[in-house]
């Protein structure tokens, strides 16, 4: 997994998070055919579930810009797959513009419907979002970053207690939380989901960005591998806020995670 939980910060916070990148960074990630995201990928993209548009809008700029990127960055985009499934990334255009989400593409979704958010502006896309207060307020200088030319990347991330990499609600029930009786057992059953999250420009005359979106999986145990890492993540679920909480359906896993964390920390 390409995420350090040594870089999370504490206490936490709900926050854009954005870090600029060189102009020559790598956005894109080669899909490997045989992977388990590649066949839940596959299943979306097949089942005519993964592209969403508004009406009339032309998303053929932004697929030129993707692909362009892809071959810069060395990866095959084989002549008649779309580029999906090329690479692990989801995409969606943010539109500078308008400040809305005009075009999506995601297979992936971590517990949200993309087929809600399609055409909505950055307040109302994130309206649902904890302790967003700070973020909507940027809403306009947050977009207008995204659009400018750029390049920006952030990380998110979260505990849960399944190994799909597709968490659509309307396909998947969540996955129920283990028995926190013994907190060894409980973490043993959970995995760290982090996604790292990127803005690169369409160009071609447009004030549009390609926001990619990487799930990344991993067995918590495996990824809390250090006293350091254990710490981090303890301090930072510990400081989470109710409605954080409740809002990354983290509320029946943080005392026992934070049981087991602290004996990891030592």
């Known amino acids: 997994m390409d995420f350090d939980l040594a870089s999370i910060a504490t206490p936490f916070r709900m926050q854009p998070g954005l870090r600029r990148l060189g102009n020559d960074a790598r956005h894109l990630t080669p899909l490997a055919p045989d992977s388990p995201l590649a066949r839940e990928k596959q299943r979306v993209v097949q089942a005519g579930q993964s592209r969403l548009a508004v009406p009339g809008f032309d998303a053929a700029p932004a697929l030129a810009a993707i692909t362009q990127q892809a071959a810069r960055e060395g990866i095959a985009v084989p002549e008649g797959t779309p580029v999906e499934l090329a690479v692990e990334e989801d995409f969606a255009i943010l539109d500078g513009a308008s400040g809305t989400l005009p075009w999506l593409s995601v297979c992936l979704p971590s517990h949200w419907s993309p087929e809600d958010?399609?055409?909505?502006?950055?307040?109302?896309?994130?309206?649902?979002?904890?302790?967003?207060?700070?973020?909507?307020?940027?809403?306009?200088?947050?977009?207008?970053?995204?659009?400018?030319?750029?390049?920006?990347?952030?990380?998110?991330?979260?505990?849960?207690?399944?190994?799909?990499?597709?968490?659509?609600?309307?396909?998947?029930?969540?996955?129920?939380?283990?028995?926190?009786?013994?907190?060894?057992?409980?973490?043993?059953?959970?995995?760290?989901?982090?996604?790292?999250?990127?803005?690169?420009?369409?160009?071609?005359?447009?004030?549009?960005?390609?926001?990619?979106?990487?799930?990344?999986?991993?067995?918590?145990?495996?990824?809390?591998?250090?006293?350091?890492?254990?710490?981090?993540?303890?301090?930072?679920?510990?400081?989470?806020?109710?409605?954080?909480?409740?809002?990354?359906?983290?509320?029946?896993?943080?005392?026992?995670?934070?049981?087991?964390?602290?004996v990891r920390r030592g």
């Open 117 to 262: 958010k399609l055409g909505l502006d950055f307040v109302a896309v994130h309206r649902p979002v904890a302790d967003s207060a700070t973020l909507l307020a940027a809403n306009r200088h947050l977009v207008e970053l995204a659009t400018s030319g750029e390049h920006w990347e952030r990380h998110v991330w979260t505990v849960s207690p399944s190994p799909r990499f597709d968490q659509h609600p309307r396909r998947h029930a969540r996955e129920p939380w283990p028995d926190a009786a013994d907190p060894e057992r409980f973490a043993a059953a959970c995995f760290l989901r982090a996604e790292r999250q990127t803005f690169f420009p369409v160009g071609q005359g447009t004030r549009q960005a390609v926001f990619t979106i990487r799930v990344m999986l991993q067995p918590l145990a495996q990824a809390v591998d250090t006293a350091a890492k254990a710490a981090r993540l303890h301090d930072a679920l510990a400081s989470m806020s109710e409605a954080v909480l409740q809002y990354k359906g983290l509320a029946p896993a943080r005392e026992p995670l934070l049981r087991w964390l602290q």
